[in-house]
């Protein structure tokens, strides 16, 4: 009968573990539970209140977080006492630690970042590898010895007229041009215009240019 009794203590011993174990993982998980809030808010910019898009929350000393959206909105699951790390390129970084005695699960927040000014170091850019080669390229130039040897380098009398021949009239001629033609089909309303062909005169005068040797003066002036 004593034996028959111990066995029946330790079966029952046996199937009590179990239960025990079950009302302890629950209390833990209850503990944690309520230790767990819906954690969100707004990142924005300290000038202008201006939200900062896509800017990185994190949990410190952990891999938990998310990124704000295009509206610096942002919201995920945190604990509480946690230290939340906030950071955006060209903005100061930020922290923030949840309270450890808020009664409800869920917090907001409006996290404003600084703007910060990063200072690059000077860059110097040459078009030549060394300080050799850009002193054997400075010593091989060939300038003109004043300003106007380059002014006439630059405005030969061929590259004007090649220039002056692809050069399109301007605005100003164009109405210049336009006012005369206007000017001259007013004058000439309802008669034909003259025609130098026919006119004595002007045969009388291009005749005594050709034998004074006019056209040849001006000739040679172009040449």
């Known amino acids: 009968m004593k034996r028959i009794t111990l066995n029946f203590s330790f079966l029952l011993l046996i199937a009590l573990i179990p239960l025990r174990t079950n009302a302890q993982q629950k209390v833990a998980w209850q503990d944690a539970s309520s230790k767990l809030i819906q954690f969100s808010g707004v990142v924005v910019e300290g000038d202008s209140l201006r939200p900062v898009p896509y800017s990185s929350i994190l949990v410190k000393k952990s891999n938990r977080g998310t990124i704000s959206d295009y509206f610096g909105y942002f919201s995920f699951v945190a604990q509480l006492g946690d230290t939340i790390e906030f950071s955006a390129i060209g903005f100061t970084s ?12 869920k917090y907001s927040l409006i996290q404003v970042l600084r ?19 850009f002193k054997a390229a400075f010593l091989a130039l060939q300038l003109p010895e004043d300003d106007m040897g380059r002014a006439e380098k630059n405005m030969q009398r061929s590259d004007v007229k090649q220039r002056m021949a692809g050069m399109a009239a301007d605005a100003s001629l164009n109405y210049k ?45 172009k040449g």
């Open 94 to 105: 930020a922290s923030f630690i949840i309270p450890d005695t808020l009664s409800t699960n």
């Open 115 to 133: 703007t910060d000014t990063v200072h690059l170091t000077i860059t110097e850019v040459y078009p030549w590898p060394s300080k050799e080669q």
């Open 177 to 221: 041009y336009t006012t005369q033609q206007y000017q001259s089909k007013l004058y000439y309303a309802g008669q034909l215009p003259p025609n130098n062909l026919l006119n004595p005169i002007a045969w009388a005068k291009f005749i005594q240019a050709w034998k004074n040797g006019d056209f040849k003066k001006k000739k040679d002036k």
